[in-house]
């Protein structure tokens, strides 16, 4: 019994305490630098691929080639070109409207009490998980009676049924974050509801809007089943639909280097855009997460 109660007591020394913090952190940052390359790699190797010509394609070689004949060959492509000032039009109009719509569906729901609120928010939920091709015949009906087929504007419209119901859940969630006190401030003094909107909560909500108006511009960026069926004519496709057309020279060759130097191209557009709102992103991503 002695023997015991004295084991317990001797402690162990610093460096086995120090030593084990070391392995932790080794872990740690083994299992990141893992995470980096499982989803860094493809990009990586996208781009590596769109260096190589011919037969090099087929090789594991993982350093590239510095042949840059497909992004030229890309720049001299008009209806390439054209896709992409397509889906820039297209994204970003499909943004601001989304942003507009659901800013203020979101402070209707945030903020003015009525009975059905939660029944509408929960309707504005399940829409924003409908997939695609539930909705694509009555789309496809609607966009025909409006004559807007085979034009980029049949492409906003039919974007906002997405992207609308999704900002308007997230912005409700950002609204409700703000405290009621300055509400009832401007209220007292005799604002309105849009004044309140656009004088006290607008300038407020920068980050947020920054991080739902990327996650909004990337889905209408990537977006490629009502892209592909609502257009036609290589001057009104965008970019999705341009890439899954290009076509080798022959009807026996898979231009798979062709295909990656547009990919590659393709996403730098939104690299950029992330890296221009970095940080409005992060903040917006975090609103709310600390109370008081």
Known sequence: MANAIAQRSIRKPASYYRMRRRVFRGLQIFAL????VYTLFPYYWAFVSSTKQGAALYRSALLPALDFT??????DNPVFMSSLVNSAYVAVSTTLLSLII???AAYALGRI???QRRAVLMIVLMISIFPQVVVLSGMFELINWLGLFNRPSALILTYLLSTVPFTTWILT????EFPRELEEAAIIDGCSHFRILMKILLPL???SLASTGILAFILAWNEFLFALTFTLTDENRTVPVAIGLIAGT??????????MAASVTVTLPLIAVVLLFQRRIVAGLTAGAVKG
């Open 102 to 104: 659901g800013l203020s």
């Open 205 to 207: 909500m920068g980050p």
């Open 250 to 259: 022959s009807r026996y060759e898979y231009p798979f280097g062709q295909i």
């Open 113 to 115: 009490e009525f009975p």
């Open 70 to 75: 497909y992004y030229r060959q890309l720049i």
């Open 173 to 176: 969630t950002f609204i409700r």
């Open 33 to 36: 630098l893992l995470v980096l």
